[in-house]
C-alpha cells in the first residue's frame, strides 16, 4: 500500500469516487471532486517551488477550501504549515519568516480587507484562473518520512514552537483500527485547522470513505452545535473537554443520535461522562489522550452506559503500534497506583520541533526499553497506572496548562507581556475558578496602568493566551532564594474599569444575575461591565447564552456577546430577538 497521506486518498478516491467527502452548508463535493479541485491547485503550487520538505502555509477558515488546499499542498509533496485566522498578524509573521517565506495559500473571503503575513507568493484558492488547470496531477515521489506538515504551539521558552508530523506519523494515526468502524462514517470539522485535532477530522474520514461535514468558521456555540449534528446527521464528533462539559451540563440532549463522542485535552469531568450517558445511553464516549509531538493520540479508553462517575476518567490504554511508560525521575517504571510522569512511544512520535535541535533534543530522548534506537516523548505529564492497566492523567510536571483545549506556555505569555515598555516584572499563573474551569492571571509591575498592558496583550496574543485577570503589584513576591513565591500571589478576582450603574430594566437585571453567577463574580455586576474584564472567554460566552435562551427566550449565537460585551450592549440585542420570538409566536 501506499505511504503518504495523498497516496492513500487516491486509492480511497479509486473505491468511493462518486461519495461525498466534504461538505459545507450546500456545498459538496465529491471524492473525484475533491481530488480534481486539489490536482488544479497543486499544478499552481508546484508552479512556484513546492516539492519534498518545502512548506507551504494556510491560511483559511473552516471551510471545503481548507481540505482542497491541505490536500493539494501534500499532492506535491510539500508540507502544509497551517495558520490560525485568529492569531494576530505578528505571530503569523513570526511562523512565516522561520519558515523562510514560503508561499501563502488564502481565500478572496480571508484575504479582503485584511492584512496578511508577508512572505512567498499569495495562491487564493477559489482564484478563477485554476479552473482552466489539468484536473490530474503526477505526484513526485514521497517517503513515509517526508513532512506532512509543521503545527505551532505555545513554547516554554517564550516563543512558539513548530512540531514537524511526517506521514508516517499521521497514517500511523489515521489507519489505527479503531476507526474500522460506521461510528466514523460522518465526522464534524469543529476544531481550528492550525491545530492537531485537524488531523483526525481531516483524515480519518477520508483515508476510511466518510464525510467531512464542516461547521461555520465562525465561533461555535451549543445552538449551532446541536442543529449541525442533527441537520448533518454526524455519527462522530469530537468535543474538548471544556466544550464537553459545557454541553453536558447545560443541553446533553443536543448529541442524542450522535454514536461517539470524543473528548479530552485535559482533564475530563467523571459528573459530565455520566450526564451525557444517562441522557443518551446508547452513545459511546471515547477518552482520548496525545498531544501535536504524538500526532494527537496516543491512548483511548471507551465508556458505555451505564456509568457511574468516580474521582477520574481514565485516557485508557495506548493505540495500535504505541507504547506508554509511566517512569520516575531515573527512567525507571513506577507500579501501579504510583504517579510518575509519562512518556510515549511508537509510530506516532513526531520528529521533533523544526529548527529547533536544542528543544527537540530535550523532549525526544532515547527509548531504553526497545534496544532499537528509537525514541520517546517526554510528554510533562504526570500519570498512574489504573489496576486494569489504564493510564489515569493526573497533572502536568511544569506550568502549562490547558485552556479551552488549546495548550498555553505562562513562560511564553510572560514573554510577550514584559515587551510592553511599562512593564518591568510579570509573572503569568493559571488558577482554577471552577472545578475543571483555568484561567491565567497577570501579576504585572508596571509603570502605570495595567489596563494598557491589557490591551497589548489582546493584540500580540491569541484570545485563548490573554490572562482574564491583570492584577498591578508593588513588587513580585520572591522565596529566600529568590524565586517567585506563587504562594504569596493574591487570589485575582475579575475587576471592570467601570463605576457600579444599576439596572434599569427587567432584562437588565436578569442579565446582571446572570453575568454574576456564570462569571463567579461575589460583587455586583453592573449594566457597564465588560465580559472580558470580567474573566469572560468563549465556553462561559456559551453559558450565558444557553442561560438566556432559557431564562428570556432569546437566542442570540456567541459572536453577539463577543461584539456587545457589557449587559446595556447586550441587553438591546437580547430585546430584539425577544420581540423576534413574540412576533413568530403569534403568527403561527
Not at 471545503?64 to 491541505?70: H, I, S
Not at 513562560?411 to 509573572?427: D, F, I, N, R, T
Not at 487570589?491 to 453567577?517: H, I, N
Request: aromatic share 6%; net charge negative; charged share 25%.
Amino acid at each position: 500500500m501506499p505511504d503518504s497521506l495523498h497516496e492513500r486518498f487516491a486509492v480511497q478516491t479509486g473505491r468511493t469516487p462518486d461519495a461525498v467527502a466534504v461538505s459545507s452548508g450546500d456545498v459538496r463535493l465529491t471524492y473525484r471532486e475533491l481530488d480534481e479541485r486539489a490536482n488544479r491547485l497543486a499544478h499552481r503550487l508546484l508552479s512556484l517551488g513546492a516539492g519534498p520538505e518545502v512548506p507551504v502555509a494556510v491560511l483559511l477558515d473552516r471551510s471545503v477550501e481548507v481540505v482542497v488546499a491541505t490536500l493539494a499542498v501534500l499532492k506535491t509533496g510539500s508540507f502544509y504549515l497551517p495558520l490560525h485566522t485568529a492569531h494576530p498578524l505578528e505571530r503569523m509573521q513570526w511562523i512565516m519568516d522561520r519558515a523562510g517565506g514560503p508561499v501563502l495559500l488564502t481565500d478572496r473571503r480571508t484575504a479582503r480587507g485584511r492584512a496578511l503575513p508577508r512572505g512567498g507568493r499569495v495562491v487564493t484558492v477559489d482564484d478563477d484562473g485554476l479552473t482552466g488547470l489539468p484536473d490530474s496531477f503526477r505526484s513526485p515521489a514521497v517517503s513515509p518520512d517526508n513532512l506532512a506538515y509543521v503545527m505551532y504551539t505555545s513554547g516554554s521558552t517564550g516563543t512558539p514552537k513548530g512540531v514537524a508530523v511526517t506521514h508516517r506519523d499521521a497514517l500511523g494515526l489515521a489507519l489505527d483500527p479503531c476507526w474500522d468502524d460506521e461510528r466514523y462514517r460522518r465526522v464534524l470539522m469543529v476544531a481550528p485547522y492550525a491545530f492537531g485535532m485537524s488531523t483526525f477530522e481531516l483524515w480519518v474520514p477520508l483515508l476510511h470513505g466518510g464525510r467531512i461535514s464542516v461547521a461555520p468558521p465562525d465561533e461555535l456555540d451549543v445552538a449551532t452545535l446541536r442543529r449541525l449534528l442533527r441537520e448533518e446527521e454526524i455519527t462522530c464528533v469530537h468535543l474538548t473537554a471544556g466544550l464537553f462539559r459545557v454541553v453536558a451540563e447545560e443541553d446533553p440532549g443536543c448529541l442524542a443520535g450522535v454514536r461517539e463522542v470524543m473528548t479530552g485535552g485535559d482533564v475530563i469531568s467523571p459528573a459530565a461522562v455520566q450526564r451525557v450517558l444517562e441522557v443518551c445511553p446508547d452513545i459511546v464516549v471515547r477518552a482520548m489522550y496525545g498531544s501535536t509531538e504524538t500526532t494527537l493520540f496516543a491512548t483511548c479508553s471507551t465508556v458505555r452506559a451505564p456509568y457511574e462517575a468516580g474521582t477520574s476518567v481514565p485516557v485508557g490504554f495506548p493505540m495500535k503500534d504505541m507504547r506508554a511508560y509511566i517512569l520516575d525521575e531515573r527512567l525507571r517504571p513506577v507500579p501501579a497506583g504510583a504517579t510518575g510522569e509519562l512518556y510515549v512511544a511508537g509510530t506516532g512520535v513526531a520528529r521533533g520541533y523544526l529548527g529547533r535541535p536544542d528543544l527537540t533534543a530535550e523532549r525526544f530522548v532515547a527509548d531504553p526499553f526497545t534496544g532499537a534506537g528509537e525514541r520517546m516523548y517526554r510528554t510533562g505529564d504526570l500519570a498512574r497506572w489504573t489496576p486494569d492497566g489504564q493510564v489515569d492523567f493526573v497533572g502536568r510536571v511544569d506550568h502549562q496548562v490547558k485552556i479551552r483545549g488549546f495548550r498555553v506556555e505562562p513562560a511564553e505569555v510572560e514573554a510577550v507581556l514584559a515587551g510592553h515598555p511599562a512593564v518591568s516584572q510579570v509573572a503569568v499563573v493559571a488558577h482554577e475558578s471552577a472545578p475543571g474551569e483555568k484561567r491565567l492571571a497577570a501579576y504585572v509591575v508596571a509603570d502605570g496602568s495595567v489596563a494598557a498592558v491589557r490591551a497589548y496583550a489582546s493584540e500580540a496574543l491569541p484570545d485563548y493566551m490573554v490572562p482574564s485577570a491583570f492584577v498591578e503589584l508593588d513588587a513580585l513576591p520572591l522565596t529566600p532564594n529568590g524565586k517567585l513565591d506563587r504562594r504569596a500571589l493574591p487570589s485575582p478576582e475579575p475587576e471592570s474599569t467601570s463605576t457600579y450603574q444599576a439596572p434599569l430594566t427587567p432584562v437588565q437585571e436578569t442579565l446582571c444575575a446572570v453575568f454574576a453567577d456564570v462569571l463567579g463574580v461575589s460583587r455586583r455586576v453592573g449594566i457597564d461591565d465588560d465580559f472580558f474584564e470580567l474573566g469572560g472567554q468563549s465556553l462561559l460566552a456559551m453559558r450565558i447564552l444557553l442561560r438566556v435562551e432559557l431564562e428570556l427566550g432569546a437566542k442570540l449565537p456567541v459572536e453577539a456577546l463577543f461584539d456587545s460585551p457589557t449587559v446595556a450592549l447586550l441587553s438591546e440585542k437580547v430585546e430584539k430577538a425577544m420581540d423576534r420570538s413574540s412576533l413568530g409566536a403569534a403568527a403561527e
